[in-house]
């Protein structure tokens, strides 16, 4: 099993910053890869970032150039974040950690794993 909690969110003016941090715990040597979603008032959840074990970083084109994704795997934490820019009003969402475990136990099988969210609020 993976637990991940969020930390950060809250209240920013367009133009401004926000940083999220993810911190997984559990079975979390098999996670891979680690994102950050989010879901807006009356829309789907959707991707904003995903990083890799080995690096590898996507983002989806409404962030890019303005989130930054990294990760900190030392020792047996795993923790990661999320460097937000130049927000604007619509980054107004819930912002959920993601972790996805795969296993085989005869077939091969992946796991999601989910934070609670965090609310991150951007006023114009």
């Known amino acids: 099993q993976v637990q991940l909690v969020e930390f950060g969110g809250g209240l920013v003016q367009a133009g401004g910053s926000l940083s999220l941090s993810c911190a997984a715990s559990?079975?979390?040597?098999?996670?891979?890869?680690m994102a950050w979603y989010r879901q807006a008032p009356g829309n789907q959840r959707e991707l904003v970032a995903l990083?890799?074990?080995?690096?590898?970083?996507?983002?989806s084109e409404s962030v890019k150039g303005r989130f930054t994704i990294s990760q900190d795997n030392a020792n047996t934490k795993k923790t990661v974040f999320l460097q937000m820019n130049s927000l604007k009003p619509e980054d107004t969402a819930v912002y959920y950690c993601?972790?996805?475990?795969?296993?085989?136990?005869?077939?091969?099988?992946?796991?999601?794993?989910w934070g609670k969210g965090t609310l991150v609020t951007v006023s114009s």
């Open positions: 990083i890799g074990g080995n690096g590898f970083t996507n983002y």
């Open positions: 559990g079975t979390i040597f098999t996670i891979n890869p």
């Open positions: 993601n972790a996805k475990r795969t296993v085989f136990d005869g077939t091969w099988k992946t796991f999601d794993y």
